[in-house]
């Protein structure tokens, strides 16, 4: 389940101001270890910072896969090529 920035950031301001973290995760349906990720991760920041925060992950998630399909690719490459030589 997805969860918007605006409740990201909602949840982490109510325990901030002394709301219990089992009845906050027991009344929005989220783990604890859901919950203390995202303190971990957004304290502080507003939901369009979490907001930025969460699309450069899934970037970087990207990213780092096309990486790894062009390095199989260019070693699939080097290794035709030393087999012509």
Not at 2 to 30: M, R, T, W
Not at 41 to 58: C, N, P, T, V, Y
Request: aromatic share 8%; net charge positive.
């Amino acid at each position: 389940m997805k969860f918007e920035p605006d409740l990201i950031q909602y949840l982490l301001e109510c325990h901030q101001n002394g709301a219990n973290v089992s009845k906050l995760c027991e009344a929005y349906e989220i783990g604890e270890s859901t919950f203390y990720d995202w303190q971990k991760k957004f304290h502080g920041m507003k939901a369009d910072q979490i907001s930025r925060m969460i699309d450069l992950e899934s970037e970087n998630r990207k990213l780092k896969g096309d990486l790894k399909k062009s390095t199989k690719l260019l070693t699939g490459a080097k290794a035709i090529i030393k087999k012509k030589h």
